[in-house]
T-cell receptor
Framework: SAVISQKPSRDICQRGTSLTIQCQVD?????MFWYRQQPGQSLTLIAT?????????ESGFVIDKFPISRPNLTFSTLTVSNMSPEDSSIYLC???????????????FGPGTRLTVT | GIQVEQSPPDLILQEGANSTLRCNFS?????LQWFHQNPWGQLINLFY???GTKQNGRLSATTVATERYSLLYISSSQTTDSGVYFC???????????????FGKGTLLTVNP
């Protein structure tokens, strides 16, 4: 398995500001993903963070709103830009889904970042 | 895209009771996982089970890929089993740009003492 940490664990932000969330993995991984979980809802994939290239975004999510960096095989950041109260959610980092680096095909999730926008 | 349906949406049990949660999916999948989200929001991996049956203590799971469903069994439930149980299925090419894990809406389980 993989040990995943996220910073910050929670934050309260004012509308119009931006927050950058960090995800650190204890081993090298090929696939890293960012998910959003709105209050009382299920998890939705925002994007796949690709090392050395631009992230691949799901329908309904755009790079200007959710810029992602992936500088190496153990680290990624997600920025939530120009926030509004509708961005209040838990944001989760995830790794796995392929057989590289001995993780197998199972996906693992970080503890999440609980964001409240006022 | 692939559809994932979980039932029941809510379930209330007395401690010690058994339960079965169901996950139906609309297309063939590369893998299937069950997660438990505890009250603090942490997602805990329960099973990676693209097919067959697995058991881990009081929990077991069965996936019948040809019929596109999976079942999660919880026996002798405890209050610590409370939380949301998610089924998630993977589609696309593993390691490829179209790979994606799609979640169902979850089953909210409450176990009362």
């Amino acid at each position: 398995s993989a040990v995943i940490s996220q910073k910050p664990s929670r934050d309260i932000c004012q509308r119009g500001t931006s927050l950058t969330i960090q995800c650190q993995v204890d081993s090298q991984v090929t696939m890293m993903f960012w998910y959003r979980q709105q209050p009382g809802q299920s998890l939705t994939l925002i994007a796949t963070a690709n090392q050395g290239s631009e992230a691949t975004y799901e329908s309904g999510f755009v790079i200007d709103k959710f810029p992602i960096s992936r500088p190496n095989l153990t680290f990624s950041t997600l920025t939530v830009s120009n926030m509004s109260p509708e961005d209040s959610s838990i944001y989760l980092c995830s790794v796995g889904g392929d057989s590289s680096f001995d993780l197998g095909y199972e996906q693992y999730f970080g503890p999440g970042t609980r964001l409240t926008v006022t | 895209g692939i559809q994932v349906e979980q039932s029941p949406p809510d379930l209330i049990l007395q401690e010690g009771a058994n339960s079965t949660l169901r996950c139906n999916f609309s297309d063939s999948v590369n893998n299937l996982q069950w997660f438990h989200q505890n009250p603090w929001g942490q997602l805990i991996n329960l099973f990676y089970i693209p097919s067959g049956t697995k058991q881990n203590g009081r929990l077991s799971a069965t996936t019948v890929a040809t019929e596109r469903y999976s079942l999660l069994y919880i026996s002798s439930s405890q209050t610590t089993d409370s939380g949301v149980y998610f089924c998630a299925v993977a589609s696309g090419n593993s390691g490829g740009s179209n790979y994606k894990l799609t979640f169902g809406k979850g089953t909210l389980l409450t176990v009362n003492p």
